[in-house]
């Protein structure tokens, strides 16, 4: 790798993030004034010239694949200690680069249309701007990230998203219930972030005092020697930053965040699962593959962690009614088989799964979005509506309300039904090749894992296969639905181009052309290299067609009778209970961690804060006040009183001049 800011095309690398930053600041001061239309125009054309030019550095790539460093400025500069402001650009970095501008201005062209009538439905019009200026600024913190040359500037753009994904989920603030609901989830989200934040703020302080250098390229051309010396280093390096993958990419035990994150509007929704920040915890592992490499049981650790993660998201799917919840854990399971690849050392098919994902879930969250309007639209216009069963107000999210839509919103179920087959893995959809490469992997590495791994693909046919009986199929089960219609053109063309990419994304890594793994090769040198496997696919389609027909048997040869009539509460009983309640692992984190740590600071405030902190602080004024009423009794104001004690001071300081 070397430095080179001399090619026109590769010294323009600044602006992927420059883009976005102009489009806030644009928005932030003239937003108001503009309207709704320039706002969204402005800031979907700053995410647009991100992703042109991010597509002008891949073919500037194509030609020379060489990684480059373009140094922007001086950042910080202590004794021997620099750190440059440098973006890479790199195939790894390049291919992050399309993903998040690409899917982020279809999602933000998206986002145009669908927060005109959000920001009315929620009762305050002039919050429009506002969204557009975080939604840049989440695009902007993601490019920081993946363009980073060095641990720190990628640390930067790790707490940018974070800090994002706050403003977002929580930009309803004062919605949900009690009026405190979003805000709750937006900081459990910062939260528990923070928590996986400290683990990789640990790792880079042991990289800085083992290294004492936080660039990529130094690192990772010493760490041989390291782990050769002192290989507990790496070791804990690695562990540490998988803690952040944790929390970033919502993995056991750090995933919790990641379903409260549906407090957000729909578009928030999209742009956290599918382009921005649940990948930084893949791509972190991607990009630290040196490190990972020198470290067997980090890597072991990882591949469980995914794989376990991935099972178990797939099971709490199963038994949620929230649209948007069943695709939160489908994603949180997704990413399960991000992270086992990574950590099973297929780094390509790892990302090949990233990209694919990006096109058919976002697909889907906007989808999502459509069926909401959708049944927002019914239940304004409906006939007693909101007085449907039993005088209560219809959820929009709730599928049990749903029912027959493929009908009334015919576009949004054809686009629904490609991400929906893409996602459970059927051919020739693009989720049915990225997951493939991930079994094979597995296959090779363990065959535990690989068993962990198809049933869990089982279960995003059978949960997917549900919600697409249970929202579009059979009667409609409330006045909403019989109302329904189809959201406009502003909304659906993005999910159409999204459904394209879902249905053509599996050509990516198609053996016999050039392939995202020729393409990453550059940079993942040390990927294992798995391709198409006819045995494995065969084995993987025939379990996604079996799920699909159980999900068909249970939901879809007979029609759900009612709002409460799922099939699945009187065959599983308790245990649809358990998926449904999540298996209570919110509430068993309340208790051990949330409670204890309430009562502790209860008992703090109560008694150091109270008796001691206040105490001494107390203490203080008092003194200072005792102290002030004796010297205010010799300040008496008479000149012959000064004088007599200036006397006295005179005399006492002569006798000590004599004793001496």
């Known amino acids: 790798m070397h430095e080179l800011t001399t090619n026109p095309i590769i010294s323009l690398v600044p602006w992927v993030v420059f883009f976005p930053v102009i489009g806030l600041l644009l928005n932030l001061l003239f937003g108001r004034r503009w309207g709704e239309k320039a706002t969204g125009m402005v800031a979907s054309l700053a ?24 140094h922007l400025l001086d950042w910080i500069t202590v004794g021997d200690f620099q750190v440059g402001w440098n973006f890479r650009v790199d195939t790894l970095a390049v291919t992050m680069m ?3 501008s690409g899917v982020g201005t279809l999602i933000h062209i998206y986002a145009v249309g669908y927060m005109h009538s959000d920001v009315r439905h929620n009762g305050d019009p002039g919050r429009y701007p506002r969204f557009f200026v975080f939604f840049n600024l989440f695009i902007a913190a993601m490019l920081v990230l993946v363009t980073a040359d060095n641990y720190l500037m990628l640390f930067v753009g790790w707490e940018g998203v974070g800090l994002c994904s706050y403003l977002l989920i929580g930009f309803w603030f004062e919605k949900g219930a009690e009026g405190i609901a979003n805000a709750r989830a937006a900081k459990k989200a910062f939260i528990v972030n923070r928590i996986g934040d400290f683990g990789l703020l640990v790792a880079l302080f042991l990289l800085f005092w083992n290294f004492g250098t936080l660039d990529f390229k130094t690192i990772f051309e010493q760490a041989p020697a390291l782990a050769a010396a002192t290989p507990w280093v790496l070791t804990a390096v690695t562990l540490l930053m998988l803690l952040g993958v944790t929390g970033k990419s919502a993995q056991l035990p750090l995933y919790v965040w990641l379903p409260d994150a549906m407090a957000g509007p729909t578009p928030v929704s999209a742009l956290i699962h599918a382009a921005t920040m649940v990948t930084a915890g893949v791509y972190l592992v991607a990009r630290s593959s040196p490190l990972y490499l020198e470290v067997p049981a980090a890597q072991l650790a990882v591949m469980w962690v995914g794989a376990l993660t ?28 991000m992270v086992a690849a990574v950590g099973m050392g297929a780094f390509v098919a790892g990302m090949f799964h990233l990209v694919t994902h990006a096109f058919f879930k976002a697909l889907l969250f906007l989808a999502a979005g459509s069926v909401i309007l959708g049944m927002e639209h019914g239940h304004e216009h409906g006939h007693h509506s909101a007085s449907a069963h039993g005088g209560e107000a219809v959820d929009p999210q709730d599928m049990r309300f749903m029912g027959g839509l493929q009908g009334r919103m015919k576009l949004t179920f054809w686009v629904y039904l490609i991400g929906a087959l893409a996602l459970a893995g059927i051919a020739p959809l693009a989720g049915f090749f990225s997951k493939d490469e991930i079994l094979l992997a597995a296959l090779i590495k363990s065959p535990v894992i690989f068993v962990i791994l198809l049933l869990s693909a089982f279960l995003t046919a059978f949960y997917m296969g549900r919600q697409i009986f249970m929202v579009f199929f059979g009667k409609p089960r409330s006045e909403a639905a019989v109302h329904a219609a189809e959201s406009p053109p502003i909304i659906t063309a993005p999910l159409v181009a999204l459904a394209v990419l879902s249905l053509l994304g599996g050509g990516l890594n198609l053996p016999g052309i050039y392939t995202l793994e020729h393409w990453l090769e550059h940079t993942l040198e040390f990927s294992l290299k798995v391709s198409f496997a006819v045995p494995v696919a065969l084995v993987s389609l025939v379990l996604a067609l079996a799920g699909l027909l159980t999900a068909w048997w249970v939901y879809g040869r007979r029609v759900m009778p009612a709002v409460d009539g799922d099939p699945l509460v009187r065959s599983l009983g308790w245990l649809f209970r358990a998926l449904q309640n999540k298996w209570w692992v919110d509430e068993a984190y309340h208790v051990l961690f949330v409670s204890s740590y309430q009562r502790l600071a209860s008992f703090l405030a ?37 004088a007599l004690v200036m006397l006295f001071g005179a005399v006492a300081i002569l006798a000590f001049l004599i004793w001496r």
Do not use: C, W
């Open 47 to 70: 995410a647009a010239a991100s992703f042109a030019l991010s597509a002008a550095l891949a073919v500037q790539l194509a030609r020379a694949p060489e990684a480059v460093t373009v």
């Open 310 to 337: 991935a099972f178990f998201a797939a099971t709490i799917a199963v038994g949620q009614y929230d649209i948007k919840r069943v695709l939160a854990y489908s994603t949180i399971s997704q990413l399960g088989f």
């Open 98 to 100: 399309l993903v998040v």
């Open 606 to 642: 109560s008694s150091l804060d109270t008796n001691v902190i206040d105490g001494i602080a107390n203490g203080l004024g008092d003194v200072t006040m005792r102290v002030a009423a004796a010297f205010r009794r010799i300040e008496s104001g008479f000149v012959r009183s000064y």
